[in-house]
């Protein structure tokens, strides 16, 4: 089936910057809008970034000015650049994609990675 993969978590110094990849795998007819999510111990998961196919971005307030996300369809792959990072930036982001699995049905289905740990801390 579909997997994604997240990599490029680890711990960073506030200030620094950390760049996260997503790839995705499998059996699927094209990657729609991607995106990135985070989720704090005791906090709900909250988006972070998405991206269209066509390029298109949306940030959460938060993080604007901050990250940027970006896809590179030949390799179905997502990034999320993250600079000047904080501590409250400290969670495990996922990876998340809408998923068009054949190309005779209509149906798109949403896929989250297993995400990869972000700590920011001195």
């Known amino acids: 089936q579909v997997q994604l993969v997240e990599s490029g978590g680890g711990l960073v110094q506030p200030g620094g910057s950390r760049r996260l990849s997503c790839a995705a795998s499998?059996?699927?007819?094209?990657?729609?809008?991607m995106g990135w999510y985070r989720q704090a111990p005791g906090r709900q998961r909250e988006l972070v970034a998405t991206?269209?196919?066509?390029?298109?971005?949306n940030y959460a307030d938060s993080v604007k000015g901050r990250f940027t996300i970006s896809r590179d369809n030949a390799k179905n792959t997502v990034g999320l650049q993250m600079n000047s990072l904080k501590p409250e930036d400290t969670a495990v982001y996922y990876c998340?994609?809408?998923?068009?699995?054949?190309?005779?049905?209509?149906?798109?289905?949403?896929?989250w990675g297993q995400g990869t740990q972000v700590t920011v801390s001195p």
């Open positions: 991206i269209t196919r066509d390029g298109i971005t």
């Open positions: 998340n994609a809408e998923i068009k699995i054949s190309s005779i049905s209509f149906r798109v289905r949403g896929f």
């Open positions: 499998g059996s699927f007819f094209s990657l729609n809008a």
